[in-house]
């Protein structure tokens, strides 16, 4: 089956689902692009419900090709681009990246989730949450909507919680909360966004993960400056690695240009 035949059945079976949203579906044409735009949209606005197993065969087939065609980079890779005078110093497991989180094949990547853990519900927006979901397949909302009901309530700020990858080259994905910044940064609010970094590495340590790689939580739509946010990141990745008893390494996987400039002069 071509790409462009998986995408056309898929859309198919996602509009059979939800016919209400068949006066999207009317603003695409039969292009392998437009239907690409489709099948996420409809993803996107897909609630969690039942996965049959004929539809996600076809998913998967298409987005570990897609994942393929973007191209997986391994962490050995990153890991020999490394250039370090320090060999012991805790700098020298933290590694800066740039480019996009879905393509890492390392042991988990951090989401930076909202409260519902559900993903973004907003067609083919540009969030990390949105990405990630996106890529992951319908597999990935499905198992954050069991944890968020068996522990009966929504995600707390700075808590971070673990699932397979599905279709990512990640094993795992870490969903943690970030802290919203509306109007001026607080003490408080630092906090939070050092929590979510710390319980990421807590799971990680506890599920004896050896790569993770973070996004830049909370610098999106929850507004949270970047540099002070880059800054809080890597004192909280460095003041753990260097008084936990892990192989943990940690990878800053940043998207813009701005941020890329951030950590590298923090790091160095």
Not at 2 to 8: G, V
Not at 112 to 118: E, R, V
């Amino acid at each position: 089956m071509t790409r462009l035949k998986k995408l056309l059945y898929l859309n198919s079976y996602l509009l059979n689902e939800n016919p209400e949203n068949n006066a999207l579906a009317e603003q695409f044409s039969n292009s392998e692009e437009d239907q690409s735009r489709l099948f996420r949209s409809l993803i996107n606005l897909r609630p969690p419900m039942l996965l049959k197993q004929d539809f996600l065969e076809v998913q998967d087939s298409l987005l570990s090709e897609d994942a393929k065609t973007k191209g997986i980079v391994s962490f050995s890779e990153i890991r020999n681009t490394r250039r370090t005078k320090e060999k012991d110093s805790v700098f020298s497991r933290m590694y800066l990246w740039q480019g996009d989180i879905t393509r890492l094949a390392v042991d988990a990547i951090v989401n930076a989730a909202n409260s519902s853990l559900l993903g973004c519900f907003i067609p083919c927006h540009p969030c990390i949450d949105n990405v990630i979901h996106s890529a992951a397949g319908l597999q990935l909302r499905d198992a954050c909507n069991k944890i968020i009901k068996a522990q009966g309530h929504e995600e707390a700020t700075g808590t971070a919680k673990i699932t397979r990858g599905y279709n990512l080259p990640a094993k795992y994905v870490l969903h943690t909360v970030g802290p919203i910044v509306t109007n001026e940064l607080t003490p408080e609010l630092c906090e939070d966004l050092k929590n979510s970094y710390r319980s990421c590495l807590d799971l990680a340590k506890q599920k004896n993960l050896h790569s993770v790689a973070f996004c830049c939580v909370s610098t999106g739509v929850f507004h949270f400056p970047n540099d002070k946010a880059a800054k809080i990141a890597v004192d909280t990745v460095r003041d753990f690695l260097a008084t936990q008893d892990s192989q943990l390494e940690v990878i800053f996987n940043v998207f813009k240009d701005i941020d890329y400039k951030i950590y590298k002069d923090i790091l160095g």
